[in-house]
């Protein structure tokens, strides 16, 4: 009795999936549709300075690069970091100013673009800083204070080949996060 409920059962089934498969329905052949054609935007390699900005240049030049702005620009850090000289910082330079004039980037992003990598400011700091309500976001002012600390140590210590104007900008970095540890410390004094 078991076999013959079991083959009942196992030919049911195999009954129930041929059955299946005829009700698929036969699909037309889709058409193929290609799709518009994607502006190739290369980043400058290389070990030619000047010919990496050229090429930036060139393909930033196009709307369809505009977006990828800031991998051009890193590209253009890692480039420069193979013939550090005091010239890139120029570069650099002219190289935002460009970019700004051309409509690729605010006045502003532009000023920060160059300020977080080759000027010991901090644009990670608010200049409008209450000293107590500082110290509630000190951590965090702390840790975006470092990473930006990396960036200049690639612009000015790496790019450009300013030891002098890095370590200045090092020692700044440590005066700042001591003035936040010493406020932190009186605010929740006072409290």
């Given at each position: 009795?078991k076999?013959?409920?079991l083959?009942?059962l196992t030919t049911?089934?195999?009954g129930?999936t041929l059955?299946?498969c005829?009700?698929?329905?036969?699909?037309e052949?889709?058409?193929?549709?290609?799709?518009?054609?994607?502006?190739?935007?290369?980043m400058?390699?290389g070990?030619r300075?000047?010919?990496?900005?050229?090429?930036?240049?060139?393909?930033?030049?196009?709307s369809?690069?505009?977006t990828?702005?800031?991998?051009?620009?890193?590209?253009?850090?890692?480039?420069?970091?193979?013939?550090?000289?005091?010239?890139?910082?120029?570069r650099?330079?002219?190289?935002?100013?460009?970019?700004?004039?051309?409509?690729?980037?605010s006045?502003r992003?532009?000023?920060?673009?160059?300020?977080?990598?080759f000027?010991p400011?901090?644009?990670?700091l608010?200049?409008?800083l209450?000293?107590?309500?500082?110290?509630?976001?000190?951590?965090?002012?702390i840790?975006?204070?470092?990473?930006?600390?990396?960036m200049?140590?690639?612009?000015?210590?790496?790019?450009?080949?300013?030891r002098?104007?890095?370590?200045?900008?090092l020692?700044?970095?440590?005066?700042?996060?001591?003035?936040?540890?010493?406020?932190?410390?009186a605010?929740?004094a006072?409290?």
């Amino acid at each position: 009795m078991k076999n013959l409920t079991l083959k009942i059962l196992t030919t049911a089934v195999l009954g129930l999936t041929l059955t299946g498969c005829n009700t698929l329905q036969k699909q037309e052949p889709s058409v193929v549709q290609y799709a518009q054609p994607v502006a190739m935007c290369s980043m400058p390699s290389g070990k030619r300075v000047d010919a990496a900005f050229a090429h930036a240049k060139s393909e930033l030049s196009s709307s369809a690069c505009q977006t990828q702005y800031h991998n051009y620009f890193t590209s253009l850090i890692d480039i420069a970091k193979g013939d550090p000289s005091a010239e890139n910082k120029q570069r650099f330079s002219q190289f935002v100013t460009w970019s700004y004039e051309s409509g690729i980037i605010s006045k502003r992003q532009g000023r920060d673009y160059y300020t977080q990598y080759f000027s010991p400011t901090f644009t990670s700091l608010s200049d409008t800083l209450n000293v107590c309500s500082a110290s509630r976001s000190k951590q965090t002012m702390i840790q975006d204070m470092q990473s930006e600390l990396k960036m200049k140590k690639q612009g000015i210590l790496e790019v450009a080949g300013d030891r002098d104007g890095y370590f200045k900008t090092l020692k700044q970095h440590s005066d700042i996060v001591l003035v936040l540890e010493a406020t932190a410390m009186a605010c929740t004094a006072s409290l």
